[in-house]
């Protein structure tokens, strides 16, 4: 995207040693600020002011924004779900009820019977950048816009509405066909900015929109999980990266992130062994196959030594000898873009860009090339090393390396196929495996799965571990070959994936795995709001089922610690929830302020959730932020400006009142009532969703899917509290009404 003034606007992500001061000068120098996930503040800023803000003495390094791709009848039962929700064994039935589900990704469809009840919408908010210019401001969809069906969000691709209902979806359309925690509700992010039904998601998009969703759970005053079924190769993959380290910023307790562990299982998209040699003719070298010229690259990463890299091209494989090769560029050395031809005829064989100047990457100090290829004449091309070190090397794009050895040829292998931000410190990292290869399609005729391996076999295209710096990845495994789920009305998919009825369809990927753990886990938070992320992780890890197929012992990085097991998974967390209780703090106002417990465990700011022991006392302290003034606490027993103090005998909710100093314009929201001869209910900024009867009639025809509302805040002017909740002033303790009719 452009500005008036033709200047390139570019999207990052920046690692700083004082954030404040770091948004300061992004502000000052005419960029916007977007969020800010602990060290890393996400803006977008003015291609020629990159080099002054990276020179800044606040900031540790700037890393651009790359664009990320898209990675229940059988697979649901096979996880224990079941038994969950029947509370058996349980101290109760657990089906996500009171837990927010995140999902970012191309969209949902909100007017899916899977995601309303007969009291009305599951979906709460819906965040859309779809068609937004880069620097500008997200759209977004209020939960009373999508009671009325007039949100204009779609999913055009349709992966988005089938993720959520792998996770969510309470089989309204069809019984037996619902995900796995049908009582969750759910926020969602369209975080692809194409407006068709291709696209991928932006790195700071992808961070805005995790931000949003537990921004609004903390409204809500509710845990969530975010599932996050979208990723990319590349990168250092070792949860050093800036995009790395903001994902896993954002979590704590009450706030979960799973990922996609990638669906690269069977490309030989990586390589690894140790140079040796001192020029072009001692050099090793790997076959690198291309099959879009406009889109390869090698992205290549080591700790110690000095590697030469180069590109050389034959006519065959089987030659001994290249047709040419390019000039070997060691490190701290750069080509800029440069020409290869044949050394006889002069033909032009390719463009290329080797960019090795990297040698102390800031964050994680290792040594880095970038090995840029367009070929434009037939033949074969391949990378050759030579130097001291050992490197690990991925293919990117639309290419892949070799599988010839011997000799000076080295092939590439299927290891460290796992995709960022699968790789990231604090997300849980989902492979996949099967459990269904067959299915009727609507037409009535029985089709075959394209990957045709046993029931309870991985999936082949499930990606393999480990990291960089060597930890196992996936962390576990769950069903993603065959997984029928809801079928955004928007998207057209072919007739032999949708299933009878028409309201679902079959997908296959280890992005359909991911939302089966995101599910579980937002049961688990039904039993342990305060879960954090070792506390899940352990629980996930220690209760996997072992079998014929895992082994004993399985392959960390093939299986992680073994496959889902829901029905454990829950057990082990309510058996240890069982003699605490969690204690949710919510922040209400037009102000800003931090709460604080004695003892330690809510830092809200950040950490809104923690869980106490039962028969305990807790004290809470609120801070106002600088020309902010505590307005008072409620709930609990609370009240007035000082400590609060709670008895944790039960669960319990607080909430904190933040007003700016000597300001007359804000007031405490007051509910407001909606009157119809179908269905009241009460609308509260951050409060309980509200029940408002049942989804609009699935219409083309604009009046047959809204409803009119006329809004009245007694005569007094609406506020909005945040970007994304509306309320009304309201002194004096008024009321606010609104009047609604159906269309």
Known sequence: DKTSACEILVPCLIRAVDPSATIRRVIDLGGVHRVTAGDIVVAVVRSTDLESLADGADVISVAASYIRESLLDVSR?????????????????????????????????????????????????????????????????????????????????????????????????????????????????????????????????????????????????????????????????????????????????????????????????????????????????????????????????????????????????????????????????????????????????????????????????????????????????????????????????????????????????????????????????????????????????????????????????????????????????????VVAAPLSWDALPSRDKKLPGGEYQVMQGTSMASPHVAGAVALMLQADPALDYGAVLTALQSTAVKDSYTGVNPDPNTWGAGKLNVDAAVQSVANAASSRRPLTVTKGGAGQGTVTSAPAGVACGVNCIASFAVGSTVVLTATPAPGMVFGGWSGAGCAGTGTCTVAMSETRMVSATFVPAQSSRYYPVTPCRVVDTRWTAQLTYGGPAPTVGEPPVRSVVAAGRARSSSPSCCGLPRFRPSARFWGCPSPAGSCCSRSASRA
């Open 77 to 481: 039962p096979s996880t224990g779900a079941d038994q969950v929700f029947a509370g058996t064994g349980l101290p109760a039935s657990y089906t996500g009820r009171n837990v927010i589900v995140g999902v970012v990704d191309s969209g949902i469809d909100y007017l899916h019977p899977d995601f309303w009840t007969v009291a009305g919408p599951r979906v709460l908010a819906i965040w859309d950048v779809s068609g937004v210019a880069v620097g500008g401001q997200p759209r977004y969809c209020s939960y009373s816009q999508i009671a009325a069906g007039t949100c204009t969000q779609v999913d055009l691709n349709g992966h988005g509405t089938h993720v959520a209902g792998t996770a969510a979806g309470n089989g309204r359309a069809l019984a037996g066909y619902h995900g796995m925690a049908p009582e969750a509700d759910l926020v969602v992010a369209k975080g692809v900015r194409s407006t068709t039904a291709s696209g991928g998601f932006s790195d700071v998009d992808v961070i805005a929109a995790c931000d949003f969703i537990f921004q609004a759970a903390r409204a809500f005053g509710r845990p969530a999980v975010i599932n996050r079924s979208l990723g990319g190769n590349g990168g250092p993959l070792d949860g050093t990266s800036n995009w790395e380290r903001a994902l896993s910023n954002l979590v704590g307790p009450g706030r979960t992130i799973i990922a996609a562990n990638g669906n690269e299982g069977g490309d030989r998209i990586h390589l690894s062994y140790s140079t040796s040699g001192a020029n072009y003719l001692e050099s090793l070298e790997t076959i690198w196959t291309i099959s879009d010229p406009t889109n390869a690259r090698v992205d290549l990463w080591y700790p110690t030594g000095a590697i030469y890299v180069g590109v050389a091209y034959r006519i065959s494989a089987s030659d001994i000898n290249p047709i040419a090769f390019t000039p070997p560029v060691g490190p701290s050395q750069i080509t800029g873009v440069q020409e290869l031809r044949d050394s006889v005829s002069g033909t032009l064989l390719a463009y290329y860009l080797i960019d090795a100047s990297t040698t102390a990457d800031p964050n994680n100090g290792a040594r880095h090339a970038v090995i840029t290829l367009i070929p434009v004449f037939p033949g074969v091309f391949s990378l050759y090393t030579f130097g001291t070190g050992t490197f690990d090397a991925w293919a990117l794009g639309s290419s892949q390396f070799g599988s010839q050895s011997g000799g000076f040829w080295r092939p590439g292998d299927f290891a460290m196929t796992v995709g960022t931000p699968a790789s990231a410190q604090k997300i849980i990292a989902v492979g996949a495996h099967t459990t269904k290869t067959q299915w009727t399609d609507i037409d009535g005729f029985t089709r075959t799965a394209d990957y045709l391996v046993p029931l309870g076999e991985v999936a082949p295209f499930s990606s393999r571990g480990p990291t960089r710096d060597g930890r196992s990845k996936p962390q576990v495994s769950a069903p993603g070959n």
